[in-house]
Every structure is written in C-alpha cells, then in structure tokens.
C-alpha cells in the first residue's frame, strides 16, 4: 500500500504528535508514504532524530494510492482519483457547517472516540462515513522509569508538584485551574503548580511574557496573602523530552472545557502519573474513576466568542464548565493521600498499555484504506 499522508508534522499540537506517530506505525507495517507537511500554526518543535531522518526520505516519494489527513476538517482536500480518509476530532458537542462539508467530501472519516462519532454525525456528517479510531501512546518512551526533568525554579526538590500541559487558550481552562489552586493551598503547604503553556499564534515568545502576566493577574485577583507557587514552562519540548517532565512530577491536571482526545492525561498515566482531568469529551470515552480523578462538570454551556481566530470554530456549540469547588477537593485529595493516588494511576497505566497503542491505530488505519480500495 502506497499513501500520501498530509499534516503538520512539525507542529506543537495534538495534532502534529498524532501524524509523527502514526507516520512511525504505518512505516513500520510495511506501508509506503509519502509525506506532505501543512502549516498549522506558528510554533513548531523539533522532532526527534528517528523522525527527522524517516521524513527526509518520506517527502522524495511521489506515487501514491490514497490520501491520509491527519487535521482539522478545513486543511482536507478532495482527490478525485484517489481514495481520501481524514482523522480528525473536536472539542465541542458540535462542528462548524464549514467542516461538515469538509468531511462528507472525503470517503471516510475517522474519530478518536465515541464522543465524537457522536458530535460529528449530529452535526451532519454522513454517518456511513464515520468510523471510530482510537489513538496509542508511545510506550517505549513514556514509561514510569527514566530521566526525570525537575526545573531549576523549583525551590525544593521535595516539594508536591502539580503539572498541566497546553496552549494557552480559554478552552484548557487555565483560569479555573489557577483560581481552584490559589484558593486551596498556601504557600506553607510546600506545593507547585507547574504550568507548560505556550502560544500557536504569531504571539508566541521564548520566555512567555505575555502568558506570564496573565497568570499574575488571575493570581493576583484572588487576593490572597502568600499564595501557594507557580513556575510557567513556555518552552517547547520534544516528544522524547516529554516524558521525563512528567516522571519529574506528582500530579497530571487539566480543568479543560473539553478535548478531542486529551493527550496529556493518557501519556502522564502511562508514565504512572496520577491524573485530574474533566468528567466530559473524548477521553471520557477511556478514563473512568477507578484509574483516574474526574471533575464534575456544572453544565454544558454556550461558548462564547473571545476574539481569537478559533472562535469560528465553535461558533454556536457548547462545551462543558468544570466544577472549580470539586477541582479543588481532588487536588486535596491526591496531596494528602498519593499513595492511593498512585494506585489508582498504576490501575490507568494498565489500562492503557493494554488498549491504546500505536501499532493498532496504524493497522486501523490500514484495514480502513484496503476496504475503501476494495469497494472501488
């Protein structure tokens, strides 16, 4: 099988991560590529060596039997003489009618989760061409033994850290996070919250300038005496960087209004992390409360515009508010009883290991082009 396979292979997001190792899986099994980069945003990382290589001599291949988008609906192109499936997923009980017909050009569309072959085919896609596709994590690298990265601004090595990982944008959550922290600990609980943020837009900066003084902000609004520490990351990391951050830390956490899969959380517990993240969207598919601290969410609320080049995007869909009271009462939880807390992520590592690999999302996305192939 010969495929073209387009996306942002350089990219910082979700995305670009999903591409790198599905480019891996499907090389492995023996699947000819040819690979096609399309910019997604202004921040990139750089890729690992074996990656590098691998797409070097990947972008010389011309000769292809059918085209693999791995991105959002808007960057899919209709080839009429070739077979096109697209993987793809979203944030919201719904999609933009923009990327409905988007979708429904391509023969097949493939989803991480039931939640989104839900919200896709309300929305309108055609349901025959929705199939669900669950994505792996790299368990030759996210693993609980290893290099741990404790940053230098730490004032103690012994101290209890809570990490969280994303873009900077109003859908992570990063304010109700930062306010549900602030109001639980004080700086005499000897605890630190670890924020790896960064911007995809033309914003961005190295050292994070304008993130930083918005976290200041929200912190000090809360008006708090001593508030508890906070250390922003705004550099990026490889993917083979990432790991040793998350062993180098006690707690995974995310107060998302919702995610197309929740990364993250799934590689944080491979790497026996304990994780708090929000009771909705695509990981709620995979996380339950036996392996893993859920939010409760207050509602499913309108999303508002807020002047970003997404709001689009979500234009007249909801997504969900997660419960800052009970955010609060789950970080408690873990600080004060992590041995629990680590049972309970060793539970969500098995779990993991035994269900999402990337191996089984290459074939997945083998079987799915040779029925295709075989129907024409």
């Known amino acids: 099988m010969k495929l073209k396979v387009l996306g942002s292979v350089d990219g910082v997001t979700g995305y670009g991560e999903v591409i790198r190792q599905i480019i891996l899986a499907l090389h492995e099994l023996g699947v000819n590529l040819w690979v096609q980069p399309q910019n997604c945003g202004c921040t990139h990382i750089k890729i690992s060596p074996e990656i590098d290589r691998l797409l070097t001599i990947l972008k010389l291949e011309k000769k292809y039997e059918g085209c693999f988008y791995v991105n959002v609906p808007s960057f899919f192109r209709v080839n009429m003489e ?14 933009c009618h923009g990327w409905v017909n988007c979708c429904n050009r391509l023969e097949r569309i493939l989803v991480p989760s039931r939640f989104n072959y839900e919200t896709f085919r309300q929305s309108g896609v055609k349901e025959n061409k929705l199939r669900i596709l669950p994505l792996g994590v790299d368990f030759k690298h996210f693993t609980p033994e290893g290099k741990k990265l404790i940053p230098k601004e730490l004032d103690s090595d012994s101290m209890f850290t809570f990490l969280s990982i ?3 944008l109003p859908r992570k959550g990063f304010d109700i996070l930062l306010k549900a922290y602030v109001q639980e600990f004080s700086l005499q609980d000897d605890v630190c919250l670890i924020l790896k943020c960064y911007s995809n837009n033309s914003d961005y900066d190295l050292v994070g300038t304008r993130i930083g003084k918005e976290i200041s902000a929200i912190i000090k609004n809360e008006k708090k005496i001593n508030p508890p520490s906070v250390i922003l ?21 995310l107060a998302t209004h919702g995610e197309g899969w929740n990364m993250p959380a799934f590689e944080a517990l491979a790497c026996g992390v304990p994780v708090i993240t929000t009771n909705w969207s695509a990981h709620a598919d995979y996380l339950n409360d036996g392996i893993a601290y859920l939010i409760e969410i207050e509602g499913i609320k309108p999303i508002p515009a807020y002047g970003l080049s997404v709001d689009e995007i979500y234009l007249g869909n909801r997504w969900a508010q997660p419960s800052m009271e009970h955010l609060r009462s789950l970080m408690r939880s873990v600080y004060e009883n992590y041995e629990q807390a680590k049972r309970k992520a060793n539970k969500g590592m098995k779990m993991i290991r035994a269900n999402l690999s990337w191996e089984e999302c290459g074939r997945g996305v083998i079987r799915h082009f040779t029925e295709i192939m075989q129907n024409k």
């Open 82 to 95: 070739k077979p096109s499936i697209g993987l793809t997923m979203s944030e919201a009980d719904g999609i």
């Open 233 to 253: 990351l705004p550099q990026t990391l490889s993917s083979r960087e990432m790991p040793s951050l998350y062993r180098g830390v006690n707690c995974f956490v």
């Open 166 to 168: 994303g873009e900077w």
